[in-house]
T-cell receptor
Framework: GENVEQHPSTLSVQEGDSAVIKCTYS??????FPWYKQELGKRPQLIID?????GEKKDQRIAVTLNKTAKHFSLHITETQPEDSAVYFC????????????FGAGTRLAVHP | DTAVSQTPKYLVTQMGNDKSIKCEQN?????MYWYKQDSKKFLKIMFS???????INETVPNRFSPKSPDKAHLNLHINSLELGDSAVYFC??????????????FGPGTRLTVT
């Protein structure tokens, strides 16, 4: 079935440390993998995405890696700051077109000063 | 300018009532979505319309009925509200056809509380 698993559910780091969140997906035809950040009481906002023809993408302190064979993708945040504290969601597109996204359960990241 | 807007932001109502949530996007996108985010923050797709045509219809009670009068608007009507309908409902839009990037832009959400 259509499933995206996300780990860990909570992550606590010290400011300046790195944070890694991992996801696995079930549909080998998935070709689009966005990551969203949701602050308390706010809307989910896209922070980075990757397509299946790319293995890695970086944007300043954020990077995403994709292993299509293993159906894994990960979010890496370096030099974490207190304002990185939020819930992070991974998602994968599922076959059938029209950009149907299935979301992971979310990771609550807390960055302590 | 707000890209994706929803009204109302908060909705408190009693069980058994009927209510509607409205969504509008000014991004010129061809596809719009409704998501439900429950108390555990889980985000689940409910419906999607592409150019006013229903294309995604997940396992949702038929008390929920989406309507898209044009491709910039997507409304959600809920009949006979139940306690379990309490959640935050997010509208989103994306450009799927042509040179769309597939990025989904979310609205601010409507927090529905059923008492």
């Amino acid at each position: 079935g259509e499933n995206v698993e996300q780990h860990p559910s909570t992550l606590s780091v010290q400011e300046g440390d790195s944070a890694v969140i991992k996801c696995t997906y079930s549909d080998s035809a998935s070709n689009y993998f966005p990551w969203y950040k949701q602050e308390l009481g706010k809307r989910p906002q896209l922070i980075i995405d990757i397509r299946s023809n790319v293995g890695e993408k970086k944007d300043q302190r954020i990077a995403v890696t994709l292993n299509k064979t293993a159906k894994h993708f990960s979010l890496h945040i370096t030099e974490t700051q207190p304002e990185d504290s939020a819930v992070y969601f991974c998602a994968a597109s599922f076959s059938g077109g029209y950009n149907k996204l299935i979301f992971g359960a979310g990771t609550r990241l807390a960055v302590h000063p | 300018d707000t890209a994706v807007s929803q009204t109302p932001k908060y909705l408190v109502t009693q069980m058994g009532n009927d209510k509607s949530i409205k969504c509008e996007q000014n991004l010129g996108h061809d596809t719009m979505y409704w998501y439900k985010q429950d108390s555990k923050k889980f985000l689940k797709i409910m419906f999607s319309y592409n150019n006013k045509e229903l294309i995604i219809n997940e396992t949702v009670p038929n008390r929920f009925s989406p309507k898209s009068p044009d491709k910039a608007h997507l409304n959600l009507h809920i009949n006979s509200l139940e306690l379990g309908d309490s959640a935050v409902y997010f509208c989103a839009s994306s450009q799927v056809g042509g040179v769309g990037t597939n990025e989904q832009y979310f609205g601010p959400g409507t927090r529905l509380t059923v008492t």
